[in-house]
C-alpha cells in the first residue's frame, strides 16, 4: 500500500482536517504526492506571476491555515518522480487519481471540488472543500516557513 513520504506529510499537515481525511484515505488505493498545502503571500503571488494560479494572495482557498485546499499529483515510485501529465500515460495516471480523491472524499464524507472538472481554470491538481467549515479560518500566513515551496 502506498504511503506518503516526509514533504508530503509536512504539506498535508497545514490542510483542514477534512482533506487530511481524504488523503489520507486516498493514498491507501493510488500512490500520489502532496505538492502544496497553505501559501503564504510570497507563495501565492508567485504562484499567480507563474500563471499556476489565477488568484493573489488572499484569495485562493490555499491562503488559510488550516489551508482549504490541497494540491496533489501522482507519483511514479518505481522512478520516483512525479507525473506531471507529460505523455498520456501520465495524462491517465492524473486523471484515475482525480478519481481516486472524489471516490476517497465520498468515503469519508467530505465534499470537495476538483480543479480538474474546472472548464474556466482547469487544475486537475487541485482540490478544495466546497463548504467553507465555520471553525476554519481567516488566520491568512504572512509568513509560513514550512511553506516555502522548493518544487513545482
Ligand atoms: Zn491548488
Not at 482557498?61 to 507529460?86: E, F
Not at 491517465?92 to 472524499?105: E, T
Not at 482540490?127 to 518544487?151: D, E, K, M, V
Request: aromatic share 10%; net charge positive; hydrophobic share 40%.
Amino acid at each position: 500500500m502506498p504511503s506518503f513520504g516526509a514533504k508530503s506529510r509536512e504539506r498535508l499537515a497545514t490542510c483542514h482536517a477534512q482533506l487530511q481525511d481524504v488523503c489520507n484515505e486516498a493514498i491507501k488505493h493510488f500512490d500520489f504526492s502532496v505538492t502544496c498545502g497553505t501559501r503564504d503571500k510570497a507563495a501565492q503571488n508567485q504562484a499567480f506571476a507563474q500563471g499556476k494560479s489565477q488568484k493573489r494572495w488572499p484569495d485562493s482557498k490555499h491562503n488559510s491555515l488550516p489551508s482549504l485546499a490541497v494540491d496533489v499529483v501522482p507519483w511514479d515510485s518505481i522512478n520516483r518522480r512525479a507525473l506531471w501529465g507529460n505523455s498520456n500515460y501520465e495524462m491517465i495516471q492524473i486523471g484515475r487519481l482525480v478519481q481516486v480523491m472524489l471516490d476517497a472524499a465520498n468515503a469519508v464524507g467530505v465534499k470537495i471540488d476538483a480543479g480538474g472538472n474546472w472548464a474556466r481554470f482547469n487544475d486537475p491538481f487541485h482540490f478544495q472543500l466546497t463548504n467553507t467549515p465555520a471553525s476554519s479560518l481567516q488566520i491568512l500566513p504572512q509568513q509560513y516557513p514550512i511553506h516555502r515551496r522548493t518544487t513545482w
